[in-house]
């Protein structure tokens, strides 16, 4: 056997980990944030997502599969390399809330390319937020201007928190100047916040928030056209974060916005249908992030420039943030196996695992 086959077969899942994958719940992922520390967690995952991006190439990438109704969106996010595969499924369904239910909820997995064994099943409804804040992070570093200490947040739900701690941990944002149409949303956050050490100015309006701005943040959750920033509260040098249109027929920013400003996505392709750009022309020009961040696309060009990062959630980076949660439990100690593969000393007789005397009967209550 050459050194190649023998690595091979070194990091194929031996018959445990194929047998029960790592299940890490949401409360062991909580617990593992809390541990590790939500900053540096978010730290952590936007260095993976952008070793990820530099890897661009090596990826087999696709937009996400989305079925809609008129009550939101389930969509499943897959991507691989040649080591790994990951979906994740996720649902936006902004009256959940009206139900005592999250907006967003999510899971996903990891598998071993090689054997198609899965690896990890994790919760993501966490995760996602921390990618999500990771994430716009990475791009505002790369794309606002260096001295951006004033951030307007426009939309204060449940992504607000993350994206404002990561913006002030991993950018330097210092004032945060708040809206959200639901006043109770904006004390919401003031409380979480409070002992942040950041500047917290809540605001009447969203002309009122941006004014003063270097970088807008809009996460608004609403499914529709709509235009919560229009090209006349922009300011020359301001950074823009679009975060909230994600799904066709779901903008925040007017097509002026757009105009007046060098726009950056994460994948073209997908973001042409789901995200602010879909509402401009097939051919307006977009810049993905990736090219920035490999040095082979400049990004801005002056301090006086307006950019944008239209974003819409790829499935490249929950397989990043999937990758750091798997690491670290496996590290810390956190989550434990899930029997979801039968086990079987013959693999050609799965009919056999009917007949065997080590089958564990299950705990439920038979249906009738």
């Known amino acids: 056997m050459n050194h190649a086959q023998n690595a091979q077969v070194q990091n194929r899942p031996d018959r445990t980990e194929f047998?029960?994958?790592l299940y890490l719940s949401a409360p062991d992922a909580v617990a593992m944030v809390q541990h590790l520390g939500l900053n540096n967690c978010m730290a952590c995952m936007a260095d993976h997502i952008q070793a990820d991006f530099l890897r661009w190439h090596d990826?087999?990438?696709s937009p996400r599969v989305a079925h809609h109704s008129h009550h939101g969106v389930i969509?499943?996010?897959?991507?691989?390399?040649a080591q790994a595969y990951s979906f994740k499924y996720v649902n936006?369904?902004?009256g959940n809330t009206a139900l005592g239910m999250p907006t967003v909820m999510a899971f996903g997995?990891?598998?071993?390319v090689q054997t198609g064994a899965p690896t990890l099943i994790s919760e993501l409804t966490l995760t996602t937020a921390l990618r999500t804040a990771a994430t716009s992070a990475l791009a505002a570093?790369?794309?606002?201007r260096p001295d951006s200490r004033v951030m307007a947040l426009i939309g204060n739900g449940a992504q607000s928190e993350f994206q404002a701690l990561a913006f002030q941990h991993l950018v330097g944002i210092t004032t945060l100047r708040l809206y959200d149409i639901d006043p109770q949303a904006t004390a919401k956050l003031v409380s979480n916040l409070s002992g942040s050490g950041l500047k917290l100015v809540v605001c009447p309006s969203t002309a009122h928030a941006v004014q003063g701005a270097d970088i807008v943040t809009t996460i608004t959750a609403d499914k529709t056209c709509a235009t919560i920033l229009s090209a006349d509260m922009l300011e020359p040098g301001m950074h823009i974060n679009a975060v909230g249109g994600d799904c066709p027929g779901k903008t925040e920013l007017s097509a002026g916005v757009l105009r007046a400003a060098k726009v950056f996505v994460e994948y073209a392709l997908q973001t042409r249908m789901e995200g602010d750009i879909q509402q401009m022309p097939p051919d307006f020009a977009v810049t993905e992030l990736w090219e920035v961040l490999s040095q082979r696309c400049v990004g801005r060009d002056s301090a006086q420039q307006i950019t944008v990062f239209d974003s819409v959630g790829f499935a490249l980076e929950d397989f990043s943030a999937l990758r750091f949660m798997h690491d670290a439990a496996l590290a810390l100690g956190y989550g434990q196996r899930l029997d979801l593969i039968p086990s079987m000393q013959d693999p050609k007789n799965l009919f056999g695992t009917l007949h065997s005397a080590t089958a564990k009967p299950s705990t439920a209550t038979p249906m009738p």
């Open 141 to 144: 570093k790369t794309l606002a």
């Open 92 to 94: 936006g369904h902004p």
């Open 59 to 61: 990826f087999d990438k």
């Open 19 to 21: 047998q029960s994958p």
């Open 109 to 112: 997995l990891l598998a071993d």
């Open 75 to 81: 969509e499943l996010m897959p991507i691989s390399n």
